[in-house]
């Protein structure tokens, strides 16, 4: 069974740090292609980042460009978000999500139950 | 704003046939394929359709998409009560600065 489990939200200052972890297992990793999506409180869905299956490929949105940095290690089955230079706009659960097919596609077939991350002062 | 647009909200009765809008440009929609997300409450969201048009195994074929231009479509038909949910499209979107998956607002569906 494939599942995605989230970790490291929480309240955070305005300009602070903080880095989520996805830890993913019932499938092979290292084959998918990963994605972590928000959702403000009582708003949709919005897209952060994604990051290919070797690590060859990443985008961000441009609402994070240049303040949080993707990344994975396939050896532990893990995807992380760091976040730096935090923003009240930034307030949101964020999801993990797992690509259909190897490559980067807008196709997330499973995700997470998601963490919230609160900034504010 | 969302770059994809969709209506807030959509409803139906029992049974009925209901059909989401997703409008976008040459850039998104116009030149790449539509997904489809459901959104129960409180839970994470769901694939419904990839590709424009197909869908994942489990999936009812209730549930149809497809794409024409610029817009694309999700369908319901037979609508069921557990169908109330949020409904979201997305796409790549290739702009100058780069590409980037974009989503619509997503459209609140009520069961009457």
């Known amino acids: 069974e494939v599942q995605l489990v989230e970790s490291g939200g929480g309240l955070v200052k305005p300009g602070g740090s903080l880095r989520l972890s996805c830890a993913a297992s019932?499938?092979?990793?290292?084959?998918?292609?990963m994605n972590w999506v928000r959702q403000a409180p009582g708003k949709g869905l919005e897209w952060v980042s994604s990051i290919s299956s070797s690590s060859s490929y990443i985008y961000y949105a441009d609402s994070v460009k240049g303040r949080f940095t993707i990344s994975r290690d396939n050896a532990k089955n893990s995807l992380y978000l760091q976040m730096n230079s935090l923003r009240a706009e930034d307030t949101a659960v964020y999801y993990c999500?797992?690509?259909?097919?190897?490559?980067?596609?807008?196709?997330?077939?499973?995700w997470g139950q998601g963490t919230l991350v609160t900034v504010s002062s | 704003q969302s770059v994809l647009t969709q209506p807030p909200s959509a409803s139906g009765t029992p049974g009925q046939r209901v059909t989401i809008s997703c409008s976008g440009s040459s850039s998104n929609i116009g030149s790449n394929t539509v997904n489809w997300y459901q959104q129960l409450p409180g839970t994470a969201p769901k694939l419904l359709i990839y590709?424009?048009?197909q869908r994942p195994s489990g999936v009812p074929d209730r549930f149809s998409g497809s794409k024409s231009g610029t817009s694309a479509s999700l369908a319901i038909s037979g609508l069921q009560s557990e169908d109330e949910a949020d409904y979201y499209c997305a796409a790549w979107d290739d702009s100058l600065n780069g590409r980037y998956v974009v989503f619509g607002g997503g459209t609140k569906l009520t069961v009457l």
């Open positions: 999500a797992r690509d259909r097919v190897k490559s980067v596609t807008p196709e997330f077939d499973y």
């Open positions: 590709s424009n048009n």
């Open positions: 019932g499938f092979t990793f290292s084959s998918y292609s």
